[in-house]
């Protein structure tokens, strides 16, 4: 599936992670964190060689079944290939326990100049965290001394696919391209270092929105949401990239910090379980600061690309087409206060289902109508099992949706747009329907999104085995049957609003952009007394907008707590 898309994979396909800020008082700080962070890769990578990835099982609905664990497998030194048609991806092999001392690096890219950071090799053994940080701190001294400016060609990795074969292509007639490619793509991930983007890209939320949880200097989180999507665009971060590698670590000097990660190879409980164990470790257990940085060894290798003429003017070319999709993005990270997983449980109702019922009021609130609504089901009980679709656009959310808007129609005053008209206020409200009847047609919408919910997560589901009919009809027949070019199948297949729950044990979050021109993304990660939403939209479209409609989720919340409370 992924592998045919043709639009770039930065906003449209790879989701961006925000890990809490780090406080940073100068650069050695910056190499220790990149150092401890790289040798607790080191260390699960050694546990996956030695096979000793403990097994995970259903906590829930059929408990204890075995859940696939291939996707965990596939994190580290995995990349995708850009094809002209498809494209591929590189997988490395599994290497035997007994191989040690096996080679192992990872690329570091600071100020759009790429290096070769050796964590390990078979002639000295496995790099400690002082001698990593020994590595990192010669790029950040490095890089801005360079006579020249490196070519961005991390940033042709953020064009459209086909263009980045081409370019790729022409980039390979070169041996010692070639070889960078090699390091590239074999290297465990690629660690950014990053520089601050602007506060242009704060939040533009709305009035009586709750403040940002956490800041970087003058950046809020939608800032550095923005930086772990994109990285800001040509003059920002977005050349310091290598967008097909499946785990980006970025770090800025100001903090910030967290991922980006190319979506074919996981889903986002491989990557967030990863890097939320190593997060801990390093809290948890406090500095090593028995030494300072070794600097025996040899510096890092510089990765030299030679250009030619022709790839030379795609730079150019590559900085407007990747400006203009990151000026396009309308995203905001979103915290509702008003309760959490606690309040929604003690309603005996489950925190996922309640949520997807809130997001199907905003939208019916906002425009009308329900739309095709994706929300990703793990089916990793299954082997190679990835996601199918739960579908919570449902006719019992559409009943409940339209009760409890008591009627109305399209852009339905929400009540924080009444705050400030005391006129509006003073008026008395009627209801044409009861408590009573608004919480049946609830629990009837509860029990169909449940419903639905459980047959994905069992294994049926309808939009996998519908996608395998539709892949077995092309590579048999060569056509499409009549079904799948039913203006009613096309219809299902857009998805103005994508959404999916990641949750994360620590105060982090991740997002994404939307998958359709027209519509909405919005992740979400349930907190015991909080919601943290990322939205996303397009400012191309006149009928969309992140904050408008996460305005819509905070009334939408408001109502649902006091028809539910007590």
Same mark, same amino acid.
């Given at each position: 599936m992924y592998m045919n898309v043709r639009i770039p994979l930065p906003i449209n396909s790879n989701p961006g992670m925000v890990f809490p800020p780090r406080h940073f008082r100068t650069v050695h700080d910056v190499a220790?964190?990149?150092?401890?962070?790289?040798?607790?890769? $080191?260390?699960?990578? @050694?546990?996956?060689?030695?096979?000793?990835?403990?097994? #995970?099982?259903?906590?829930?609905? &059929?408990? !204890? /079944?075995?859940?696939c664990m291939a996707q965990y497998y596939r994190l580290l030194g995995s990349c995708r290939r850009?094809?002209?048609?498809?494209?591929?991806?590189?997988?490395?092999?599994?290497?035997?326990?007994?191989?040690?001392?096996?080679?192992?690096?990872?690329?570091?890219?600071?100020?759009?100049?790429?290096?070769?950071?050796?964590?390990?090799?078979?002639?000295?053994?496995?790099?400690?965290?002082?001698?990593?940080?020994?590595?990192?701190?010669?790029?950040?001294?490095?890089?801005?001394?360079?006579?020249?400016?490196?070519?961005?060609?991390? $940033?042709?990795?953020? @064009?459209?696919?086909t263009r980045?074969?081409?370019?790729? #292509?022409?980039?390979?007639?070169? &041996?010692? !391209? /070639?070889?960078?490619?090699?390091?590239?793509?074999?290297?465990?991930?690629?660690?950014?270092?990053?520089?601050?983007?602007?506060?242009?890209?704060?939040?533009?939320?709305?009035?009586?929105?709750?403040?940002?949880?956490?800041?970087?200097?003058d950046r809020d989180e939608t800032n550095m949401a923005h930086e772990m999507i994109h990285g800001g665009g040509s003059e920002f971060n977005s050349g310091n990239r290598w967008f097909d590698k499946t785990m980006q670590i970025i770090i800025c000097t100001d903090g910030s910090w967290g991922l980006c990660y190319e979506h074919s190879t996981s889903e986002g409980i491989a990557v967030v379980q990863l890097l939320e164990k190593i997060y801990k470790s390093i809290v948890d257990r406090?500095?090593?600061? !028995?030494?300072?940085?070794?600097?025996?060894?040899?510096?890092?290798?510089?990765?030299?690309?030679q250009v030619n003429a022709q790839v030379q003017q795609r730079f150019s070319q590559a900085a407007i087409t990747v400006d203009k999709a990151i000026d396009n993005l309308d995203f905001y990270v979103y915290r509702y206060k008003g309760y959490g997983k606690n309040f929604i449980k003690s309603c005996q109702v489950s925190p996922d289902v309640y949520i997807q019922l809130a997001l199907q009021l905003a939208h019916f609130k906002l425009y009308g109508h329900l739309v095709a609504t994706y929300e990703s089901a793990s089916t990793r009980r299954f082997l190679h099992g990835r996601v199918d679709c739960i579908r919570a656009a449902s006719s019992e959310a559409l009943?409940?949706?339209?009760?409890?808007?008591?009627?109305?129609?399209?852009?339905?005053?929400?009540?924080?747009?009444?705050?400030?008209?005391e006129e509006d206020a003073r008026k008395v409200k009627f209801s044409i329907y009861s408590k009573d009847h608004l919480r049946e047609l609830f629990r009837c919408a509860v029990a169909r999104q449940t419903e639905v919910m459980v047959k994905n997560i069992l294994g049926n589901g309808i939009d996998i085995p519908l996608l395998g009919?539709?892949?077995?009809?092309?590579?048999?027949?060569?056509?499409l049957h009549e079904l799948f070019t039913d203006e009613s199948y096309k219809i299902s297949q857009c998805f103005l609003l994508s959404t999916s729950q990641v949750a994360c044990s620590t105060d982090s979050f991740m997002g994404y952009g939307p998958v359709t021109p027209r519509g909405y993304?919005?992740?979400?990660?349930?907190?015991?007394?909080?919601?943290?939403?990322?939205?996303?939209?397009?400012?191309?479209?006149?009928?969309?907008?992140?904050?408008?409609?996460?305005?819509?989720?905070?009334?939408?919340?408001?109502?649902?707590?006091?028809?539910?409370q007590n």
């Open positions: 220790h964190f990149a150092a401890r962070l790289l040798d607790g890769i $080191l260390e699960h990578k @050694e546990m996956l060689d030695s096979g000793e990835l403990p097994l #995970e099982r259903a906590a829930s609905r &059929e408990k !204890n /079944q075995p859940l850009p094809g002209v048609e498809r494209d591929s991806q590189f997988l490395p092999p599994r290497k035997p326990s007994t191989d040690i001392d096996a080679d192992r690096h990872v690329v570091v890219i600071c100020r759009n100049q790429m290096y070769c950071v050796v964590l390990q090799a078979s002639d000295r053994g496995k790099l400690s965290e002082s001698e990593i940080a020994s590595q990192i701190l010669y790029v950040l001294s490095d890089a801005p001394c360079l006579p020249a400016k490196p070519a961005p060609v991390g $940033l042709l990795t953020a @064009e459209p696919r980045w074969a081409q370019d790729r #292509e022409e980039l390979q007639l070169d &041996e010692r !391209n /070639q070889r960078n490619f090699e390091l590239i793509e074999t290297a465990l991930l690629v660690l950014c270092l990053d520089e601050p983007l602007g506060v242009n890209f704060n939040a533009r939320g709305f009035s009586g929105a709750t403040p940002t949880m956490h800041t970087a200097g406090p500095a090593d600061d !028995n030494g300072s940085p070794q600097h025996h060894l040899p510096p890092p290798e510089r990765l030299e690309w009943e409940w949706a339209k009760a409890m808007c008591q009627g109305e129609g399209a852009n339905v005053p929400l009540e924080s747009d009444r705050e400030d008209d009919l539709r892949e077995a009809c092309l590579e048999v027949t060569g056509d993304g919005c992740s979400y990660n349930p907190q015991p007394e909080q919601i943290v939403f990322c939205v996303s939209a397009f400012y191309a479209c006149e009928d969309t907008s992140a904050s408008r409609y996460a305005k819509s989720l905070q009334d939408s919340l408001d109502i649902m707590r006091d028809l539910l």
